[in-house]
């Protein structure tokens, strides 16, 4: 991998420019040397302040969001696909702004739980919106990463095999896949295998536990990840998710459902999640030596 990240969520919910300048403060004091902020409406924050911030401490900043339902790309109603674009294309300069490297999330839909099918349309506008965005974010000097997740956050792209697929379409190589373990152990039948599947598409990876906290305490079994994603020479960011109701913003609480406390004190997680990936990904790196000698 090439840097070690954490979401800005551990440690503060993101509503204040105070709180996001302690965030990369957090980061960096525990080794990070990546972090994920939500989106950033750069009428609510200082982007410089934060961009000085992150090279004073040598964190990176990434950037992730999802549309709202009045902005969908993957929409029937142009109003909505054209106000989607404009959106993605804000967010794109957003992230240039404030020194990011990359824009991922759900960038081709709504963030939520549909209530029908996608439609054939709807996902023609999608590609083309990604397409129109993709263009921006390489002039830009942005990485664009699509999120696979989970069928209650959205309807289009749920599998590595659709993500294939969309970005195929997009003709233009500059869009790559954002994965994340959590959304993947619900809807792919082998996580190993989806990863071997996507390949040098993967732009970005999440590690998340299935339950949303503390690496290890979950149902997901992470040798076959980490094997995998080293198999495959993966060297982009790696960041730690966690998400629990002791720091939360409140719109994701209600987009992903963050109802109880996976844990309480965010610097015990943080440090534990650092050892536990390090260690995972120089456990992997020695069996795929070993097995290469053999």
Not at 7 to 34: D, I, N, P
Not at 122 to 132: D, F, M, P, Y
Request: glycine share 8%; proline share 2%; with cysteine.
């Amino acid at each position: 991998m090439k840097r070690l990240g954490i979401h800005s969520f551990v440690w503060t919910g993101g509503q204040t420019q105070e709180g996001l300048e302690m965030a990369l403060e957090k980061s960096a004091e525990h080794g990070y040397r990546c972090i994920e902020f939500a989106y950033l409406r750069p009428e609510l924050f200082d982007l410089d302040r934060l961009a000085k911030k992150s090279q004073e401490l040598d964190v990176q900043i990434g950037v992730t969001m999802g549309l709202p339902l009045d902005k969908d790309v993957s929409s029937e109603d142009p109003d909505a696909v054209a106000a989607g674009k404009a959106m993605l294309a804000d967010a794109v300069r957003a992230v240039r702004d404030v020194g990011g490297d990359k824009l991922g999330g759900i960038l081709y839909s709504a963030h939520t739980k549909y209530n029908r099918q996608p439609t054939a349309d709807g996902w023609k506008n999608s590609v083309q919106a990604i397409a129109e965005t993709a263009e921006i974010a390489q002039a830009a000097g942005v990485d664009l990463v699509l999120e696979l997740v989970n069928r209650f956050e959205t309807n289009l792209l749920n599998t590595t095999a659709q993500g294939m697929k969309f970005i195929a379409e997009t003709g233009n190589d500059h869009v790559r896949l954002h994965m994340d373990t959590f959304h993947m152990q619900m809807e792919e039948a082998n996580l190993a295998a989806a990863i071997r599947m996507a390949g040098d598409k993967i732009g970005y990876f999440h590690i998340g536990e299935s339950n949303r906290g503390y690496l290890g305490d979950g149902t997901i079994d992470w040798d076959p990840v980490f094997d995998a994603l080293v198999e495959i020479g993966y060297n982009r960011d790696v960041v730690f998710e966690s998400f629990s109701t002791a720091i939360v913003d409140e719109g994701l609480s209600l987009a992903c459902a963050i109802w109880r406390d996976t844990w309480t004190e965010n610097d015990p997680l943080a440090a534990h999640a650092k050892q536990f990936i390090e260690q995972k990904w120089a456990e992997a790196e020695r069996r795929r030596a070993t097995n290469i000698r053999a």
